[in-house]
């Protein structure tokens, strides 16, 4: 499922040297099958060429108000209809200033005053222009205005100087405009996710755990937020950077992933138990370090509480999605846990298909049976089982 083929988008690019990045930018959207048009300003042209532009997206680009390619010549107006998104990036500090103020004195601001679509700005400046009282109230006057700021990022600086103030690097941006298009299937929903492994101490360093990346929970997690939902995230010890707009609460065993489970549970409509949550762990944990001894050792375990059965057990329970991770007799058993636990879907896969690794292959079993999706990567599958299940969740309403 290609979000971009077929869309035509307008790039503003103003006078930043991270214009560079823009024009990376208008190549991967341009590969993406994308149409993209070129607005430079006068500034923007200084640090990136027209013809890189039109080599890049092969299209002319569009650089003045009296431009008298179009018909009416109104290129103002025209260009802004029918695209999916205009994306200025990179947008400097005098940019957003004059956004703010509604300054309309050449194409890109009279493009941006008179469209007809969507408006993101990707900011990119020096870390004390970002952080200038002036740049800070015109950004949070774009925001009430319903103007994305994507960005800026923290990191070093074109001037040599380390902060926030970066533009996001091209396939960020990219990836930013691919959420932007998703279909806004849980617009006012909550969802719960658990992801990742937990960690069961055994002594103050060691403990039982397993070789869960949260890749998955994670991606699911991102997928809700860009399909609209208000998002709580209770991870186990993974390394992954949290998606944009998460609420993440970190925790390490299962005991702590419950409870955190249980205290953000009232008012959530989505309970998704994408971790591979212990089944046991240690009946105790020692004080201080084991030490080695001659001979077997024996290890006590107890069971841990079964989190997801334990929510969908509830006469509140959210709708209710779990995962099984099998190595054999997928079908058999991921149906056994959805009936078993009373879950509205599961999520199915066989672990040599997807265990740490950045694609997969699942099958989404739920009342009426089983559907498998194609193999992909595993941002494209969280959304389609965001697309599932938003769909079902509209039909057992209805
Ligand atoms: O029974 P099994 O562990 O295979 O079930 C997997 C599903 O149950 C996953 O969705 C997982 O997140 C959830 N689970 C849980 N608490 C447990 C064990 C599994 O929430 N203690």
Known sequence: ?????????????????????????????????????????EAGSRFVGAVTFQALTGHPVWQSLWDDRIGNGMAHIELSRGAAALLVAPATADFLARLAHGLADDLLTTLCLARDCPLLVAPAMNRQMWENPATQRNVVQLRADGISILGPATG???????????????????????????PKVLAGKRVLLTA??????????????????????????????????????????????????????????????REATLQNLPGQDVFIGVAAVADYRPRSVEAHKIKKSAGPRALELVANPDILAEVAARN?????????????????????????????????NLIQDGLGSDTNR????????????????????????????????EKSRA
């Open 1 to 41: 499922m290609n979000a971009f083929r077929g869309k035509r988008f307008v790039l503003g690019v103003t006078g930043g040297v991270a214009a560079y990045k823009t024009a990376e930018l208008s190549r991967l959207l341009a590969k993406a099958g994308a149409e993209v048009d070129v607005v430079l300003t």
């Open 156 to 182: 070093e600086q074109a001037c040599g100087e380390y902060g926030i103030g970066r533009m996001l690097e091209a396939p960020e941006l990219f990836d930013e405009l691919h959420a932007f298009l998703q």
């Open 196 to 257: 990742g492994p937990t960690f069961e101490p055994l002594d103050p360093v060691r403990g039982l755990t397993n070789s869960s990346s949260g890749k998955m929970g994670f991606a699911l997690a991102r997928a809700c937020v860009e399909a609209g939902a208000e998002v709580t995230l209770v991870a186990g010890p993974v390394t992954l950077a949290t998606p944009h707009s998460v609420c993440r609460i970190d925790v390490r065993t299962a005991l702590q992933m």
């Open 316 to 348: 509140d329970a959210p709708f209710c999605v779990g995962f099984a991770a099998e190595s054999q007799d997928l079908e058999k058993h991921a149906e056994a846990k959805r009936i078993g636990k009373k879950l509205d879907l599961v999520v199915g």
């Open 362 to 393: 699942i099958t989404l079993f739920a009342a009426d049976g089983a559907h498998p999706l194609l193999p992909a990567d595993k941002a494209e599958l969280a959304r389609q089982i965001v697309a599932f299940l938003a769909a079902r969740m």
